[in-house]
């Protein structure tokens, strides 16, 4: 299978542009071997990360409920050393976090140098549900932009990349995915009344993401639309799109701390 052509799906700095313009499935069919040695690539390219210490690497995931940001982090990320890596779900505040600032709670679980972190939700939060509820209004919605692209250009200036993707389903996909989960007792408790709620603001939602990718996207934070009605298609993507920017960070494993020559083995 040919590599997605990235540059079509990335979204440009403050340029207009439709969600209902962009594919959100691509006809491919996938197995575990088809991609194996794509998972094999990006556990070498992890190791080096975690081993060399010099950069980190934050993926953000965000997406409408049952995009798959779960399924995304279990499928793509099981294939590569626990070590170094790390997942965050980010919920509704809590007390403490509405005491600081909107960007408190996100600092903290930002990766080290070696690390990599992943976000399922994260501080865009803050300027899609909270607009769409009108629970901010819109000089705060704009302020918190600026804040949020001086936030993750202080990080890309400290060495850690900054990868963000909205995986993009359709209405109809949500709903399939919504009814699976009514029907299996199994899992049902991933159901939540602001599921269905939300759906009724889809046009909202649409227009939030539209504005928040399009003010947010940077040359040091890009923003990705990922197809993602199709499963194993989604995880593809996102798979060669961690190999494509992990290879762009010139990586390098350190040099042993001692001369290897001396090393005898009895």
């Not at 990006?42 to 190791?47: F, V």
């Not at 809590?94 to 990766?111: C, G, M, Q």
């Not at 990705?224 to 920017?245: I, S």
Request: proline share 5%; glycine share 4%; with cysteine.
């Amino acid at each position: 299978m040919n590599k997605p052509n990235f540059a079509s799906w990335r979204i440009k700095s403050n340029a207009a542009f439709s969600l209902d313009d962009m594919a959100t499935s691509e006809d491919a069919h996938l197995d575990d071997d088809d991609m194996k040695p794509l998972f094999d690539k990006l556990g070498k390219l992890q190791s080096t990360l975690y081993a060399g210490k010099s950069r980190g690497l934050l993926l953000v995931l965000q997406g409408m409920d049952t995009a798959g940001k779960d399924g995304a982090i279990r499928h793509v990320f099981s294939h590569i050393s626990p070590l170094g890596v790390h997942a965050y779900a980010f919920s509704a505040p809590s007390e403490e976090e509405k005491r600081h600032d909107f960007l408190w709670r996100i600092h903290s679980k930002v990766p080290g140098r070696g690390d990599m972190a992943i976000f399922n939700r994260s501080h865009y939060e803050d300027v899609l549900v909270t607009r769409v509820k009108k629970w901010i209004d819109e000089d705060t919605v704009q302020r918190r932009f600026e804040n949020i692209k001086h936030f993750e250009s202080m990080l890309d200036a400290e060495g850690i990349t900054v990868l963000k993707c909205y995986l993009h389903i359709s209405k109809k996909e949500q709903k399939k995915r919504l009814q699976a989960r009514l029907d299996d007792p199994h899992k049902n408790w991933k159901l939540q009344a602001s599921d269905f709620e939300d759906r009724k603001l889809w046009p909202s939602f649409m227009k939030a993401y539209e504005d928040a990718l399009s003010a947010t996207s940077t040359a040091q934070a890009p923003w990705y639309v990922v197809p993602a009605d199709n499963k194993p298609y989604r995880d593809y993507f996102l798979a060669e799109l961690l190999v494509h920017t992990l290879e762009k960070m010139d990586l390098k494993m350190p040099h042993p701390n001692f001369d290897l020559k001396l090393a005898k083995l009895d």
